[in-house]
């Protein structure tokens, strides 16, 4: 009986044993790129850095790489527009416009000719871009390893970490030493080093994305990111104090000349540029007058004359999502600038609605790049981040821009489903919070409200009228109301109610006066922000410059 036991022991050891052995040795199975991913053998894939594109293909004609427009918009640049009505493709960056057609060896960079050396091409309705073309414009190191058939991209202006392995070691597709083998990493030939993850560190041999044991890694080093020199941003000189000037017609331009310039403004905008709403071709109907700019410039104030959408959903639409409406808009907008020598444009655009957003984003990446070669500057006007607005990319437009005038006003407005404050003081703070997010703070104009927002009520009805301060002001003094400061909201607020066709109305304001507006500059000044837009001139009471010169200085 103890023979039997110390045998039935003796078996079960030896089988934990086999268990243990199984658990801790290592797995030598292997599977080749195409098999591990079931991909065809027929195409040539590509990593960018450690990450594989398996959805799109590249080809290899004439010893040149070709990569397609979405491998590129997915890794590269999301912003390359191609347009395939129009059989253009468009490339931005921060001071060239690259406009390009397959099949055709001539492109224009900011509307001059170029001959590249390779055409891009089109086939299945897929473009395809050549790797010098790529490499050149986009700063990168692209490579091709026939016997894995794998292209690699790196980008030229990064910091990566190269290392090497003692002895040969197997590269596994997962942090495990279970895991399938890619391939063997050669030793002493340097490979990419990415993430470490459970003594396993990802790392990129011969085209190959994959894991080695941490331990195994020796000689590691950091190649530095080329140094990229890109044109020095054009900058005011200064904090900026802004204010729009509405001048609808002739007449608005005539009455405007007759007001004061004060002292302090540094820049004016004019509502100068509109769209043709009847052509809907991009035209611009223009109203600019030469006497105008010569009084600005007496009082020693920039011009940047503002082109505005009337709220038109159904224009802006029209016109942005055509690359030849943008296009001739931008043409007509640089021959302004060249023609008046105004030292900047302001695009106030507000109808934009979710799927013309990328559009109008286009359109801005198309501009800014020729307004800077005119050396002149590009401001945006923009909404405070909210609900119905983030499909905005405020990120990318504010690196587009050189400045971005933050609409902190009408909080309460048209459509709103009750009265309340134009900027209230949480309303404007957040704002600010909100848009730093995405914005850097040397781009930023805080927009200030130079009216006052009347709001009349019904048991039936709701509807407002905008004054000027005074004027707005002077409607509740009539009624001898006595105003209330609001702590929360940083305004004064007053009502009063009256008997109008045997019902009763009830008239209320959250009044913007110098004490207001003195706390929305305080935000200006504490955040350092870039400077303060006003909308808009002639609306504000005479002590409100005063003010704005005593908080925000150079």
Known sequence: MKIKLKWLLFFLLIIIGAIVMKKNLSSFRRQNFYEHFNLSRKNIYVAIEDKYDLENPVTIKNNQIYFPVELIQNYIDKYIFWDSNQNQLTITNWDEVIKIRPDNLTYYTNNEPVIMDTEI????????????????????????????????????NKTYSQAKVKHKTNLRYIPNKKGYIAGKVPKREKFYVYEEKDGFTRIRSNGLIGYIPTKKIIDTQQIAAE????????????????????????????????????????????????????????????????????????????????????????????????????????????????????EGINIDIEAISKDTAKYFL???????????????????????????????????????????CLMAYDEHTNGSNKSGPVASYEFVLNGIKDTLKEVPKEKILLGIPFYVRIWRETDSSLSLENYSMDDGFRFFDKQNVKFEWLDFEKCYYGEFSKSENHETVTYKTWLEDEKSIEEKLKLAKKFDLAGICAWRKNLETNNIWNLIDEYIKY
């Open 227 to 342: 140094k990229i020199n890109l044109p020095p941003q054009k900058k005011f000189d200064g904090k900026i104090k802004m204010a729009w000037e509405l001048t609808t017609n002739t007449t608005a331009n005539y009455y405007a000349l007759q007001k004061k310039f004060p002292d302090t403004l540094n820049v004016i905008s004019p509502t100068w540029f509109t769209f043709d709403t009847e052509k809907l071709n991009g035209d611009i109907i223009d109203i600019v007058d030469k006497n105008y700019i010569e009084k600005a410039r007496q009082n020693n104030c920039q011009i940047w004359p503002s082109l505005t959408d009337n709220l038109d959903y159904k224009l802006t639409d029209a016109i942005f999502s055509d690359t030849i409406k943008r296009s001739h808009v931008i043409n007509q907008l640089l021959d302004y600038v060249a023609e008046y020598n105004f």
């Open 362 to 404: 286009q359109f801005l990446r198309e501009l800014a790049p020729l307004i800077r070669k005119q050396n002149a500057i590009l401001s945006v006007n923009i909404f405070v981040p909210q609900a119905w607005s983030m499909y905005h990319d405020r990120q990318m437009i504010g690196q587009t821009a050189d400045y971005i």
């Open 121 to 156: 091409y089109k086939e299945n309705g897929r473009v395809y871009i050549p790797q010098d073309f790529l490499s050149e414009n986009y700063n990168l190191d692209i490579n091709y390893n026939e016997k894995n058939k794998i292209v690699t991209v790196d980008f030229k």
